[in-house]
């Protein structure tokens, strides 16, 4: 299935006769699940209690106020695998007011000094195998004050986390804070430009994914204290909070991890490997309901998924900025290509330049109305940067940077970035359908659709294409002219690549998002 596109999945795992503890949870009886079950797959396992869970991140909570004497406001950034620590410190980060800032391991010398520069944290939680990285570079932060080791073994000038975990007071004084005060700042995937530092507040991610209205986030999960939840997005993205912190502790349930190396975009290799790598009563059957988010998921993926699993995939809509701002809530009908109805937490709209609403069947900016009233569950600002969180606003609304079109059914449909959106002689094409299109050919892996200069039509449509093993030595005249026929005849016959190429690859962010602002940029230099 994965070959044919691409994924930013999440499992949903009902508890059942495959659980090593006893969760069935029938009505009234409180849950056994653990709130964290971790394994490496080599046999290191670790279960912890919400109680458990409790004692220790008071404890991580008393290294970052009394050995680290982090304050209120100070800003720590985290750099850890998926290990179990990593869960303690984004608790104990609540607990202490301090801000976390999460980062991907994948992150360069570069990017590490680039951040530490730009947030001017004060303290740095990571591993030995960052930690030259970190030191290559400490030089030029002045205002990084502790470093913190998460590991068995010792480096200079670096605090061990677990020794001072050790010795450190499970009573902890829990900081009082505003519902406005900052929590966490989240990097953006960076797909359009450098990553933003999106700030989010103690009431936005709290209270934005505990949904209490029907509809709401805590539907397009479908989560409940009996339920394992198994989510594999790399723990630097604002996603791992969605899904591996609050959504499913807000419901009581269990929080899965699989300690995988890397993330990879393969993630139905993964969820093989962790199925049939475990006895055979964990069967795949166990899959209640999958969720996917992040990017557009073409309608044919949608499909093989359905056929090879028998489960629809849940897609959500949603941004660093906002958490979900449309899903495919439980129950409803799912129409395969569309992200679902607006989360009852916001007023979306499409609107056009002057901020007027427009009506269904015509595209738009997909945008949240936030006056009157700005919802708490939407990002507070970009840190330190008012210059770009008020040109986030237009008129009354928040203007998300997508187009898309909502239909007579309310259903939203995505169309593209705003700038990846092509003009071509009074025609405006949105790159997601063509790609749609494309990927429904079996000689398609994936495809970015751009716009490319042309004397005549101002920019046409070109197509960037990875092809499946077996068509890769095709004649490309003749490949070029199959997919264009196939892309007529399954759209609107003027959205038809003009030009294409065939690539190895397509240029992606480390989260694995389709880079199209790289591709147009060397399409406008040549001319
Ligand atoms: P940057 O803002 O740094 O360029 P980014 O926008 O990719 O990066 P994220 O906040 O991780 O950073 O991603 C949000 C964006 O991902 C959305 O604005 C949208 O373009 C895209 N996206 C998310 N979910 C979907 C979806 N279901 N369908 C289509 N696009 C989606
Ligand atoms: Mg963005």
Known sequence: VLSKGKFSATFGIRSGKFLLHPQVSPEGKKSKNPALWWVDGAGEEVKWSFEELGVLSRKVSNVLSDACSLQWGDRVILILPRIPEWWL?????????????????????????????????????????????????????????????????????????????????????????????????????????????????????????TGKKPGSVRYWLDLTSSDIFWNTSDTGWAKSAWSSIFSPWIQGACVFVHK???????????????????????????????????????????????????LDIHEGYGQTETVLICGNFKGMKIKPGSMGKPSPEYDVKIIDENSNILPPGKEGDIAIRVK???????????????????????????????????????????????????????????????ESALVEHPAVVESAVVSSPDPIRGEVVKAFIVLTPDYASHDPEKMMKELQDHVKKVTAPYKYPRKMEFVEQLPKTISGKIRRNELRQKEWRKD
């Open 372 to 434: 009157p009233t700005r919802s708490p569950f939407l990002f507070t600002c970009y840190a330190d940067d008012p210059e770009k969180t008020e040109a986030t606003i237009r008129g009354d609304f928040y203007v998300t940077g997508d187009r898309g079109m909502m239909d007579e059914d309310g259903y939203f449909w995505f169309v593209g970035r705003a700038d990846d959106v092509i003009n071509s002689a009074g025609y405006r094409i949105g790159p997601f359908e063509v």
């Open 89 to 209: 410190v984004n608790v104990a980060c609540m607990r202490t007011g301090t801000v976390l800032i999460p980062g991907t391991q994948q992150l360069t010398a570069k990017d590490i000094l680039h951040r530490l520069q730009k947030s001017k944290a004060k303290c740095i939680i990571t591993d030995e195998s960052v930690a030259p990285a970190v030191d290559s570079v400490g030089a030029e932060c002045q205002s990084l004050k502790f470093k913190l080791l998460v590991s068995d073994s010792h480096r200079e000038g670096w605090l061990n986390f677990k020794d001072l975990l050790k010795n450190a007071s499970s009573d902890h004084h829990c900081v009082t804070t505003k519902c406005q005060d900052p929590m966490a700042i989240y990097f953006t995937s960076g797909t359009t430009g450098s990553p933003k530092m999106t700030q989010h507040s103690h009431s936005s991610y709290g209270i934005g994914l």
């Open 260 to 310: 995988m190396p890397h993330f990879d975009p393969r993630i139905i290799d993964d969820c093989q490997l962790f199925v049939f790598s475990f006895p055979l009563s964990y069967t795949f059957k166990s899959l209640r309901h999958c969720v996917s988010a992040g990017e557009p998921i073409n309608p044919d993926v949608m499909e093989e998924w359905k056929a090879q699993t028998g």
